[in-house]
């Protein structure tokens, strides 16, 4: 009988009926009752083949595959889908056969959704990858992340809205709004409408609000896209003029002068040099952004003085919003790679009747006020201080203000941090676009830098991140888990020489030979540590980025120039990145028999 079948291999497998159904996607109380036979599901029903596919990835999950086979015969034990298929024979050798056959359950990744539905709308309209990312001024292959559901703009507002755009665009002019009507399910009329991108919008992005993963994608991708252009927008000049520098005044009023007060301070600060500047201010950020022209002073300003040798701390106003917190940190990342911006976060809660702002150079001005909020505008006041008494009582009040603070977004250059693969108890979950030096095995590392000519300090500390990583990497496994996505380059890349290796501060590419032994390494490893999962996925999500996600941290580390590493530790944002962790494990994961085959071919 079915139910005893099915408990006989929850039971050897040591398998709860929570883990079960959380694998398949149900409640808890539907497996219950199939467990108690007061429910059978049908032999080719979708159910029966959730249900044997979600025995079987639990099993493998568990490196218990053998544990399943003792119970389960099965002809080909080296081919997953000849497993999954005997479970489900196993289940039902004793039901009735089904007249129609099942077929596998619809993936609803949000992201896989989003790419389908693109897919679709791109097919009736006959737009190529092509010609959209020329409309779209990307490049093709973004475009074709997009369609496959690796990607999705949701988290930029302008590109989602330009796709839209784009799409309701093509639709009418090929004379294709009565199918695309039938295939989004809205109205011809409603297409036509002035709200017709906001209805098209709504249905293209089919991610639930409270989905992080786009917002942390979005993130992700502006890390990624960080130049090392040393232009600034505008000449010091036209950045500070002069009689914004020769003036005196010791009270600014309103937007207008916070804003000649702010120039002032920071024109200050960029010809002086000085060591530090600390800076806070929680009220609305519209006398920042509402100009363009002053956006750009600003710009030039905070680039001049990270360039001077300025070390820049930051008390961001973040409470809760994860969309304020992720604004906050995209905002200052055209600085990050300076190494000089220390982020923090004030921990003490925001009462909200006023607004404050503290923007001190210590030993030169400061900038301070205290505004009844939503008023600022109009009737804000801001001192301008140069007095040292009042500088040092400044100073002792945003240090004060600093210990109660948790820091927010910690920056280091690349070829200086402490190993790409951290230890964590819980578990890692890795994203790459190329093998990892956790995982290279120390003799490639060791023909690789003597090919490449390395000197003695470089081979010196290589040798020791990568042995750092391979201990790091054996206490996660043994103690959590540690996944890793990685793309798998096409045979050209590697016949060509184009496949970089993960060496911090280095450019050194494969040879055939290294990296089928490095293949080699990363298939041992998956047999000594069952908690070790490498997951071949077929293209980089982040090209020249590896992203790491633990429980309480996540890292972020660029390859190309400017290479650097940004860690990440408020715990909010770091739940943010375990939620899109979750996402990608769900859309990527596969067997380890599946895995397996599919390195081997890269031997």
């Not at 982020?343 to 809660?349: D, G, L, N």
Request: charged residues 20%.
């Amino acid at each position: 009988m079915f139910t005893e079948r099915l408990n006989a291999i929850m039971a050897a497998l040591g398998l709860k009926s929570l883990t079960l159904a959380k694998e398949i996607g149900c409640d808890r109380s539907n497996i219950d009752r199939i467990c108690k036979g007061t429910r059978v599901p049908r032999r080719n029903g979708k159910s029966a083949l959730r249900i044997a596919q979600a025995l079987y990835t639990c099993a493998d999950d568990a490196g218990k595959t053998d544990v399943l086979l003792k119970t389960v015969p099965c002809e080909d034990a080296s081919s997953a889908d000849a497993i999954r298929a005997a479970v489900l024979q196993w289940l039902f050798a004793d039901e009735p056969e089904d007249s129609s056959p099942g077929t596998p359950a619809e993936n609803k990744n949000g992201l896989s959704v989003f790419g389908q539905r693109l897919n679709a709308v791109m097919e009736l309209t006959g737009l190529s990858n092509a010609r959209l990312g020329r409309l779209m001024h990307v490049d093709p292959s973004y475009v074709s992340r997009f369609r496959n559901g690796r990607r999705s703009p949701a988290a930029n507002p302008r590109m989602a809205d330009k796709l839209c755009e784009i799409l309701l665009r093509q639709a009418d002019a090929c004379g294709r709004l009565q199918p695309l009507a039938a295939l989004t399910h809205i109205p011809e009329s409603a297409l036509t409408a002035q709200s017709a991108a906001r209805a098209f919008h709504g249905w293209l992005f089919d991610i639930a609000p409270e989905d992080p993963s786009p917002l942390i994608a979005g993130m992700l991708d502006q890390i990624g896209s960080i130049t090392e252009t040393k232009k600034t927008p505008l000449s010091f000049e036209a950045a500070a003029p002069a009689d914004v520098l020769a003036d005196t005044a010791p009270v600014y009023h309103g937007q207008a002068g916070l804003r000649r007060a702010v120039l002032r301070f920071l024109g200050s600060a960029a010809a002086n040099k000085p060591e530090k500047l600390f800076l806070y201010s929680d009220q609305n950020m519209d006398w920042m952004v509402a100009d363009p022209f002053f956006r750009a002073q600003w710009a030039t300003l905070m680039s001049l003085v990270v360039t001077g040798g300025t070390e820049i701390c930051i008390i961001h106003n973040i409470d809760r919003d994860l969309t304020e917190m992720a604004a906050a940190i995209r905002s200052w990342l055209p600085l990050y790679p300076s190494g000089r911006i220390r982020s923090y976060y004030s921990r003490i809660p925001n009462r909200g009747r006023f607004s404050h702002t503290l923007f001190l150079c210590p030993g030169l001005a400061c900038v301070s006020g205290a505004n009844v909020r939503e008023t600022e505008d109009g009737f804000g006041l801001y001192r301008y201080d140069t007095a040292p008494a009042i500088l040092a009582a400044q100073e002792k009040a945003f240090r004060a203000m600093l210990e109660n603070a948790g820091e927010l977004a910690h920056v280091e250059q690349a070829a200086d941090s402490g190993g790409f693969c951290e230890p964590d108890e819980t578990g890692l979950t890795v994203l790459g676009d190329t093998l990892s030096l956790a995982t290279m095995p120390e003799e490639t590392l060791l023909s690789a830098l003597s090919r490449a000519g390395a000197d003695r300090k470089t081979r010196t500390r290589l040798l020791s991140l990568c042995r750092e990583g391979a201990s790091a990497l054996a206490r996660t496994a043994q103690s959590g888990f540690l996944h890793e996505f990685i793309s798998l380059p096409p045979k050209e890349a590697l016949i060509n020489g184009s496949v970089p290796m993960d060496l911090p501060g280095l450019s050194v590419f494969y040879t055939r030979e290294e990296f089928s032994a490095h293949i080699k390494n990363v298939l041992a490893l998956s047999e000594a540590f069952p908690q070790y999962r490498f997951f071949p996925l077929p293209e980089p999500v982040f090209p020249e980025m590896r992203v790491l996600i633990a429980e309480h941290t996540a890292f972020v580390a660029r390859r190309s120039p400017p290479a650097v590493v940004i860690r990440f530790s408020h715990p909010t944002l770091c739940r943010a990145f375990a939620d899109f962790s979750d996402r990608v494990r769900s859309q990527y994961k596969q067997d380890r028999l599946t895995v397996k085959n599919k390195l081997e071919t890269c031997l």
